[in-house]
């Protein structure tokens, strides 16, 4: 890990600092559309809009009501909920030259809602379709767009809710979610455009009763019987085509689930004569080799690239001031900017929508983790967990304020994660749980410099600090240390230290590896217990402060509240053959006197320094102090 200081910064988005999490600059840079211009989307509440009159929003809910977990367009924009008007999405599809688009987000970042509303759009079958696009952004975007509206037969498809245990259960669940696509689609074998063979194989897989190789050529038979029924090329939207591969890689059927969607996909996608656009979403852009290979007609419209797309999934920063105005919320802007803000996608500035709507809905309770919430974060926890020494040192780094920094790996081989670090880090960019601060070109490859994004995500990895700590130690030895330090009670804190050093320093990797200072893993001990105190304190580790690099630097979040006005500093010392523990301990508190280590404490508004040195020898400690 590298510290958010040093170096130049190549996001204008984000401060060189990125501590405390979610704050930024104030200036938000937002994607351009084709034509040129600022996109600023405006939210709409449905029953406002001109034309939208009260047959539509009779007997619903009030305007301005957050559309909480509800994922499908016609439904929220006839029931009149707040609509963050992301219409122009369909314009970017029509205008973008590839055949096929693949949008990586993160979870309940509104992918399912956007490909809703593709479908709506563009669905030959979909009653009043152009009602519910009244007053949106795309009906003033010209005849040119609006003439595909309700045009092309759509294919719909949502795996995200295709979670099974074994490899068995998964081929199940989506041969019925194919099978119910056919039965939406079984006009066409009243249209008279099949043969006896065609009707039956459509009838087996309608019945559930196909092969393996029927089922995997589903999509490409589909849309060439649709065109051939209805004149028209197909619109084919999938949302969380990588949900079954996520599960099948945790649950132990990753080769047989990417045996299948390569053979699905490719069929549906890879030079069908009969696509009009296919639309993808998922979290991850997994491998091409793994799913895509010779998929030339597939564009990926990530979360680093700037663009049209970069503003069509989250909320933009004057979206959020519109949401909250609307409710009579906008004084809470820099509450939520500090816990839902901070991500990054291209060079837009996002919000975490889910998040966002959920603070919304709760008023007036305080700002509260909720997307982080919404998921068992499993394979995070588990990556993070298991991912020896230096993965638990750069998460602590991450904790105290500092960046990782790695080659992101965007084709990501789900099955040799494990063992790379550098896609560890990438998982946790793409899934939403870090944000890009900065790059660094070294030997002609790119290296980004990821942080925390904002409060809501650092309380995860705070649980995950917690979890590692709790399964050795009763949560009462860690608590009463923390009490001990920030009461300024130096012979409890040590008292507390020693027991839990006795207790887990086996469980740390206490050797040292080759070129790390011999303290340094200490130092990240004790940072894993400081986590804890992360509401009450800003805490940064290897920091430059008067003429050094302080070990640890604590100041209170907010001087004479939280943590009282007391500043610490911690210098650390392992003791080495033949020295004396008392010697060292006296050494590491002229060390910080003398590089005046408590100087940037002091600029924090800290009126008083707590100097605490800390020497180790083994699995034992002592701990002195001067308060300054």
């Known amino acids: 890990s590298c510290r958010a200081e040093e170096g130049s910064n190549d996001f204008p988005t984000a401060r060189q600092e990125p501590r405390p999490p979610g704050r930024h600059s104030e200036k938000s840079h937002f994607g351009l559309h084709p034509q040129g211009g600022t996109s600023v989307n405006i939210i709409h509440s449905m029953n406002t809009i001109p034309n939208h009159k009260s047959k539509l929003s009779a007997g619903k809910p009030p305007p301005g009501k957050p559309p909480i977990g509800l994922s499908d367009f016609p439904t929220l924009i006839r029931e009149g909920y707040s609509y963050v008007d992301k219409s122009l ?24 809602l ?86 039956n194989q459509f009838g087996t897989i309608q019945h559930r009763t196909c092969s393996r190789t029927e089922l995997e050529g589903s999509l490409y038979n589909l849309l060439l019987w649709l065109e051939r029924a209805t004149g028209e090329r197909v619109v084919l939207l999938i949302d969380e085509y ?47 080799e793994s799913i895509f290979s010779g998929l030339n007609n597939l564009a990926v419209a990530g979360i680093l690239e700037a663009g049209p797309f970069a503003d069509k999934f989250g909320f933009t920063e004057p979206e959020v ?70 993965i638990r040192e750069d998460l602590q780094s991450l904790l105290a304020g500092e960046y990782v920094e790695c080659e992101v790996t965007e084709d990501l081989p789900l099955r040799d994660i494990r063992e790379d670090s550098d896609a560890i880090w990438s998982l946790l960019l793409f899934s939403g749980y870090l944000k890009p601060v900065g790059t660094r070109t070294y030997r002609n490859r790119v290296r980004y410099r990821l942080a925390i994004p904002n409060l809501e995500v650092e309380t995860l990895y705070g649980r995950i600090v917690d979890h590692w700590l709790t399964r050795h130690i009763k949560s009462k030895y860690l608590d009463d240390l923390l009490d001990a330090l920030a009461d300024g009670n130096v012979p409890e804190f040590a008292r507390y230290l020693q027991t839990l050093v006795l207790n887990m320093m086996s469980y740390h990797d206490t050797t040292g590896g080759e070129g790390r200072m011999p303290e340094a893993v200490y130092q990240s001990f004790v ?77 924090d508004g800290c009126r008083e320094v707590l100097a605490l040195a800390i020497v180790f020898d083994g699995k034992q400690l002592q701990v002195t102090s001067d308060s300054r």
């Open 89 to 112: 999405f369909i314009r970017s599809v029509l205008d973008s030259p590839p055949q096929v688009l693949l949008f990586p987000r993160p979870r309940r970042f509104g992918k399912t």
């Open 114 to 199: 956007n490909l809703s509303m593709l479908r709506a759009f563009f669905d030959r079958n979909a009653p009043g379709g152009a009602e519910l696009f009244q007053g949106l952004a795309i009906e003033r975007s010209g005849e040119e767009y609006t003439a595909h509206r309700g045009r092309y037969p759509v294919v719909f498809l949502t795996l995200k809710d295709v979670k099974t245990q074994d490899w068995g259960q998964c081929l199940e669940h989506l041969q019925l979610l194919i099978a119910r696509e056919f039965n939406r689609h079984e006009a066409i074998l009243a249209s008279g455009v099949l043969n006896d063979s065609e009707q």
């Open 242 to 288: 990588d949900t079954p591969i996520h599960t099948g890689y945790q649950e132990g059927y990753y080769k047989e689930i990417i045996s299948f969607m390569r053979n699905w996909l490719s069929g549906g996608l890879k030079d069908h004569p009969s696509l009009k656009k296919g639309v993808l979403t998922g979290i991850l852009r997994v491998a091409r």
């Open 321 to 390: 001031e519109q949401l909250l105005a609307d409710s009579a919320l906008a004084q809470t802007l820099p509450q939520v900017r500090q816990w839902y803000n901070g991500y990054l996608f291209g060079e837009t500035v996002i919000y975490n929508p889910w998040s966002v709507l959920n603070f919304i809905h709760e008023q007036p309770a305080p700002a509260a983790p909720h997307w982080v919430n919404t998921s068992s974060n499993d394979l995070v926890r588990e990556l993070l967990e298991s991912g020896g020494t230096k």
């Open 527 to 603: 940072l894993g217990l400081l986590a804890n105190l992360g509401d009450k304190y800003r805490i940064r580790s290897n920091i430059e402060s008067g003429l050094g690099r302080a070990d640890i630097l604590m100041s209170p979040v907010e001087t004479g509240r939280q943590g009282g006005a007391r500043g610490i500093v911690m210098e650390f010392k392992r003791l080495a053959k033949g020295e004396n523990m008392e010697e060292q301990l006296q050494v590491a508190l002229a060390q910080i006197e003398e590089k005046q280590y408590p100087a940037t404490l002091r600029a």
